[in-house]
């Protein structure tokens, strides 16, 4: 079964639609935890397993960070 080009083509646009309303609704840092949780959860990771990848000096910045974002 073959689908007619215009169903598909509007099917690509009304889902381009969707991906640009929920994009704008989520700030960077929410679309950057969102797919970080993801890769933990699929990956069975850990923050510290995260760090290690850094640089020591960016690792306790990144830390600093997360810990600041908590206390706010």
Not at 14 to 33: F, G, I, N, Y
Not at 34 to 39: I, K
Not at 51 to 71: C, D, K, M, N, S
């Amino acid at each position: 079964m073959t689908i007619p080009t215009d169903a598909f083509r509007r099917f690509q646009a009304e889902l381009a639609a969707l991906d640009a309303t929920s994009r704008p609704s989520k700030s960077p840092m929410e679309l950057a935890k969102g797919e970080f949780l993801a890769l933990r959860k699929r990956y069975g990771l850990t923050v510290a397993d995260v760090v290690t990848f850094f640089p020591e000096e960016e690792g306790i910045a990144y830390l600093q960070q997360l810990i600041a974002a908590r206390t706010r």
